[in-house]
């Protein structure tokens, strides 16, 4: 008699720390029916692939991560927090866990910072993909890496070695971000920061309508990395969002003729005393 493959255990909400946690989508189970991929070029796959996709008659954005091995970050993380788990890595240092935080972060914090909701694009929550939509990414090309990672490793990890997917809104594909509304698009950065979200990627092609739509290489607190950091050096990652869309504006030649700043002189000064 053939034994039976283990299927992994699906939580309800991940990750399975301290802090916010994203829920499972409503409908994880139903099937998902894949149109084009979304983006181009290495920054639009570094992390995973996205792809417009429809489940239960609605069109959704999908973001398909690339498995992730936290032993290729310990150079970063085991300085500052010692001898912890590899679970435990990963939840501050995977792009999804990333991500699972961050609009953790938004949907709880909504009831008290009702502008924190129209700060990114919504998010419905996470799904692990099946045999069927695994066989699809692997006729797209998409390679999600999992040869790169330790099987033994993956194989305990929530979904196992199933690909790991965030259900959020369709965007356009215009940044949305012009002269007219710089201050709009800094005040959405600042609510996220006064919601201890740090998205750490402020770039014109990260934004959608205005809004942040990928927090792969966000921090959100409570993060024990940013806890391990002395003051000056937490300071300094708690203000690259702002300091980020400065340069944005700069890079971008995005007319200013507001001269709209997030930081100014006196406090860059501080940063990098």
């Known amino acids: 008699m053939p034994r039976k493959r283990h299927v992994p255990h699906i939580p309800e909400e991940l990750p399975s720390c301290d802090g916010p946690k994203l829920p499972l989508f409503e409908h994880h189970n139903s099937k998902i029916e894949w149109f084009?991929?979304?983006?181009?070029?290495?920054?639009?796959?570094?992390d995973g692939y996205v792809f417009r996709v429809k489940i239960k008659r609605a069109e959704y954005a999908l973001k398909v991560f690339k498995f992730y091995d936290p032993m290729e970050s310990e150079?970063?993380?085991?300085?500052?927090?010692?001898?912890?788990?590899?679970?435990?890595?990963?939840?501050?240092?995977?792009?999804f866990y990333a991500e699972c935080r961050a609009y953790g972060r938004i949907r709880e914090a909504t009831k008290k910072r009702p502008k924190i909701f129209d700060a990114a694009i919504r998010c419905y929550g996470f799904l692990f993909l099946g045999?069927?939509?695994?066989?699809?990414?692997?006729?797209?090309?998409c390679d999600l890496g999992l040869d790169k990672v330790d099987p033994a490793y993956q194989r305990q990890t929530a979904g196992g070695v199933r690909p790991r997917a965030i259900v959020k809104s369709l965007a356009s594909s215009d940044h949305g971000v012009t002269e007219f509304n710089l201050?709009?698009?800094?005040?959405?950065?600042?609510?996220?920061?006064?919601?201890?979200?740090?998205?750490?990627?402020?770039?014109?092609?990260?934004?959608?309508?205005?809004?942040?739509?990928?927090?792969?290489?966000?921090?959100?607190?409570?993060?024990i990395l940013l806890d391990a950091?002395?003051?000056?050096a937490a300071y300094s990652y708690r203000t690259t969002d702002r300091v980020m869309f400065d340069e944005m504006l700069v890079e971008e030649s995005i007319p200013n003729p507001r001269n709209i700043v997030a930081m100014h002189p006196m406090t860059l000064r501080r940063r990098y005393n």
Do not use: C
Request: proline residues 3%.
């Open 229 to 232: 950091l002395d003051a000056d």
């Open 131 to 141: 045999d069927t939509d695994q066989r699809y990414l692997e006729e797209k090309k």
């Open 183 to 223: 201050r709009k698009t800094l005040d959405r950065i600042h609510t996220l920061n006064r919601g201890k979200i740090y998205n750490m990627d402020i770039r014109l092609d990260n934004i959608r309508d205005g809004k942040l739509v990928d927090f792969g290489s966000s921090w959100t607190e409570p993060h």
């Open 75 to 95: 150079y970063f993380w085991e300085p500052l927090v010692g001898d912890v788990s590899l679970n435990t890595a990963a939840y501050y240092t995977d792009p």
């Open 36 to 46: 084009e991929q979304l983006g181009d070029g290495e920054e639009a796959t570094r």
